[in-house]
């Protein structure tokens, strides 16, 4: 059973540039969440998705958006990008219910801003 | 707003050498509290969910316990391939979708 998958794994855009980052949620899961995870820190919660729509969110400008498919698949569109967003950035995905629930994270997407 | 604190950052440990990772929450509701490994360049793995206060549990030489404002991961003799980063997390109740808080994480070093 595959797990959470993200690609690409690595990449390095420079100032000012756009990217877009993947994601395909575990078999089973409906919801996706993104995180950002700074070298030496914990990771800080982007925003989440579920129905293909965006339902919470972190403290993050709107230079960061997302998307949601049909598949549950998610893609993460940072815009004007700064040096400050070199960074790991990680998919969780997840299934909907009232209980605490485990999220299952991607091997995440390394991005070097120059 | 949720906060969470680790403590301490890094732990370096003899192999054998017990010891405990510290997490201090606040959370207007706890639905959950998680604990996850982290290896170097990959994504955090789950180890354990603690639900209410007094809760244990325990995955070969890691025991996880929580109290209402921490919760504690002990270590019990061990080994290298224990050395990892420890992350903390909580889910708070009331609140639609399932995000998690986490704390800044304790780097564990296991010399052999």
């Known amino acids: 059973d595959a797990g959470v998958t993200q690609s690409p794994t690595h990449l390095i855009k420079t100032r000012g540039q756009q990217v877009t980052l993947r994601c395909s949620p575990k078999?089973?899961?409906?919801?996706v969440s993104w995180y950002q995870q700074a070298l030496g820190q914990g990771p800080q919660f982007i925003f989440q998705?579920?129905?293909?729509?965006?339902?919470q969110r972190g403290n993050f400008p709107d230079r960061f958006s997302g998307h949601q498919f049909p598949n549950y698949s998610s893609e993460l569109n940072v815009n004007a990008l700064l040096l400050g967003d070199s960074a790991l950035y990680l998919c969780?995905?997840?299934?909907?219910?009232?209980?605490?629930?485990?999220?299952?994270f991607g091997a995440g997407s390394r991005l070097t801003v120059l | 707003e949720d906060q969470v604190t680790q403590s301490p950052e890094a732990l370096r440990l003899q192999e054998g050498e017990s010891s405990s990772l510290n997490c201090s929450y606040t959370?207007?509701?706890?639905?959950?509290l998680f604990w996850y490994r982290q290896d170097p360049g990959k994504g955090p793995e789950f180890l354990f969910t603690?639900?209410?206060a007094g809760e244990e549990k325990e995955k070969e030489r890691l025991k996880a316990t929580l109290t209402k404002k921490e919760s504690f991961l002990h270590i019990t003799a061990p080994k290298p391939e224990d050395s990892a980063t420890y992350l903390c997390?909580?889910?708070?109740?009331?609140?639609?979708?399932?995000?998690?808080?986490f704390g800044g994480g304790t780097r564990v070093l296991v010399k052999p």
């Open positions: 959370v207007s509701g706890l639905r959950g």
């Open positions: 969780a995905s997840g299934s909907r219910g009232s209980g605490a629930n485990v999220l299952t």
């Open positions: 997390a909580v889910q708070a109740s009331g609140a639609a979708g399932n995000k998690l808080t």
């Open positions: 603690l639900y209410s």
């Open positions: 078999s089973g899961h409906d919801t």
């Open positions: 998705y579920y129905e293909e729509e965006e339902r």
